[in-house]
């Protein structure tokens, strides 16, 4: 979420209730970036992406009327998309194949493979475009759950609270599934930066 | 990996970076990172690699004429000159 962003209170809900439009294009132009950005991230495809958007707004306007305020709009926002956009995956997909993780891996953090000490790489080399890209794919890499729990925790800055109310999963759910998508994000980068600091060495040796 | 209880708390470490684990478990982790080399590489590369997911984040990127579009769709472009 950003940080400069509108919270509920900014917007009169009895208004948005009674189908204002010109209060409902507020909302919309407050929070339609952000969830641009989480389908972007979530499907990787423009077009996809404005789908979900549009669908995201076009249900918010229809349900409003119903919105009891249990949540606050945004998580409420974050919740329709980000059904909107795991359902996508699933009609991409064959019908039978699962979205989720294998239930078996469930609670297991998978062991660590990659113990290689990359902090020291200087900031400018980690956040180079080409080692955003990486970082990009490394997040298409994950299951789609464990995306959506990395995405709205780490990248929309919700918290574990609003995550399991967008995902309709206990914070322990949403703790656990944040810990496996970073351990895994960590893997991935260490190969990554792992073998820029071996060429960086490798660089020093030959000039010794 | 060798130590024996390295991966009991690996499960722990994100909820460790985050400050949100309780202070048994926060003193057990800190007391093995102590003495063990491997898990204080893993705990720095997983802080490191959510400080640069959050770092680059960026801005949403929407292009402008998919805000036109969206405001279309929902039958709003008599607002679309007004809020931007």
Same mark, same amino acid.
């Not at chain 1, 979900?52 to 709009?73: N, Y």
């Not at chain 2, 998919?66 to 007004?82: A, C, G, H, I, M």
């Given at each position: 979420?950003?940080?400069?962003?509108?919270?509920?209170? #900014?917007?009169?809900?009895?208004?948005?209730?009674?189908?204002? @439009?010109? &209060?409902?294009?507020?909302?919309?132009?407050?929070?339609?970036?952000?969830?641009?950005?989480?389908?972007?991230?979530?499907?990787?495809?423009?077009?996809?992406? &404005? #789908?979900? +958007?549009?669908?995201?707004?076009?249900?918010?306007?229809?349900?409003?009327?119903?919105?009891?305020?249990?949540?606050?709009?945004?998580?409420?926002? *974050?919740?329709?998309?980000?059904?909107?956009?795991?359902?996508?995956?699933?009609?991409?997909?064959?019908?039978?194949?699962?979205?989720?993780?294998?239930?078996?891996?469930?609670?297991?953090?998978? &062991?660590?493979?990659?113990?290689?000490?990359?902090?020291? +790489?200087?900031?400018?080399?980690?956040?180079?475009?080409?080692?955003?890209? *990486?970082?990009?794919?490394?997040?298409?890499?994950?299951?789609?759950?464990? @995306?959506?729990?990395? +995405?709205? @925790? #780490?990248?929309?800055?919700?918290?574990?609270?609003?995550?399991?109310?967008?995902? #309709?999963?206990?914070?322990?759910?949403?703790?656990?599934?944040?810990?496996?998508?970073?351990?895994?994000?960590?893997?991935?980068?260490?190969? *990554?930066?792992?073998? @820029?600091?071996?060429?960086?060495?490798?660089?020093?040796?030959?000039?010794? | 990996?060798?130590?024996?209880?390295?991966?009991?708390?690996? $499960?722990?470490?994100?909820?460790?970076?985050? $400050?949100? =684990? $309780?202070?048994?478990?926060?003193?057990?982790?800190?007391?093995?990172?102590?003495?063990?080399?491997?898990?204080?590489?893993?705990?720095?590369?997983?802080?490191?690699?959510?400080?640069?997911?959050?770092?680059?984040?960026?801005?949403?990127?929407?292009?402008?004429?998919?805000?036109?579009?969206?405001?279309?769709? =929902?039958?709003?472009?008599?607002? =679309?000159?007004?809020?931007?």
């Amino acid at each position: 979420m950003d940080r400069d962003k509108k919270t509920t209170e #900014d917007f009169s809900l009895a208004a948005l209730r009674s189908g204002d @439009r010109a &209060e409902f294009a507020r909302l919309v132009e407050a929070y339609s970036g952000v969830i641009y950005r989480l389908g972007m991230r979530m499907l990787g495809d423009p077009q996809d992406a &404005e #789908d979900v +958007l549009q669908e995201t707004f076009i249900k918010a306007f229809r349900h409003l009327g119903g919105f009891d305020g249990r949540s606050s709009l945004s998580t409420w926002l *974050y919740r329709i998309a980000t059904n909107e956009a795991l359902m996508m995956i699933r009609r991409r997909k064959h019908p039978s194949v699962s979205i989720d993780e294998p239930v078996e891996t469930e609670s297991e953090t998978e &062991e660590p493979v990659q113990i290689v000490d990359w902090c020291c +790489l200087p900031e400018t080399e980690m956040m180079s475009s080409e080692a955003r890209a *990486y970082m990009d794919k490394a997040v298409d890499q994950l299951s789609p759950t464990l @995306r959506a729990v990395f +995405l709205l @925790r #780490d990248i929309e800055g919700l918290s574990t609270e609003e995550t399991s109310q967008v995902l #309709d999963l206990s914070e322990a759910a949403v703790k656990t599934r944040l810990s496996r998508a970073r351990m895994r994000l960590r893997e991935l980068l260490s190969g *990554y930066f792992g073998e @820029r600091i071996a060429r960086q060495d490798l660089a020093h040796e030959e000039e010794a | 990996m060798e130590h024996s209880n390295c991966k009991h708390l690996l $499960g722990s470490l994100s909820d460790y970076i985050d $400050g949100e =684990l $309780g202070s048994a478990l926060c003193s057990e982790i800190e007391q093995h990172l102590e003495g063990c080399e491997n898990c204080r590489i893993v705990v720095d590369s997983l802080r490191k690699t959510v400080y640069l997911y959050k770092t680059t984040a960026g801005p949403t990127g929407m292009p402008n004429d998919v805000r036109t579009r969206l405001f279309k769709r =929902l039958d709003l472009s008599e607002f =679309l000159e007004k809020n931007h």
